[in-house]
């Protein structure tokens, strides 16, 4: 995997968790609750620098638009289950939710060492 991609993947990641905490800091925090309709200014510019710009580096790598978009797909499964087993504590070990992580790693896997 190239030094591009990586750092790619790494910028997608960085957007999902943002985006995560964009959207469920207002169960998580008093302040976040009583203060909901700040939250996407806080959080939309940010979150949307990483996406565009994770975006733009893994489509120059991989010179398409689909492999970068599942890559996006496969990335978000790896952030949502542990953010939310923290916070929540909602597991991750349920049937479901296993197939889901295990098939965004194959998404993952298949878009960037398929060529």
Known sequence: MSAKLLF???LILCGHVVAWYG???QFIWDWCKQNVSLLPLIFS???GYLF???????VEEMDEVWG???LGFGLSYLVF???TYYYFNESMFE????VCVGLSFLIVAIQVFWK
Not at 52 to 58: H, K, P, S
Not at 95 to 98: A, E, F, N, Q, S
């Open 81 to 83: 289950p542990f953010l």
């Open 68 to 70: 970068p978009r599942l």
């Open 8 to 10: 790619a993947c790494f």
């Open 95 to 98: 049937p479901k939710t296993l």
């Open 23 to 25: 959207t469920y800091s």
């Open 45 to 47: 510019i940010p979150t």
């Open 52 to 58: 565009l710009y994770g975006m733009r580096f893994a």
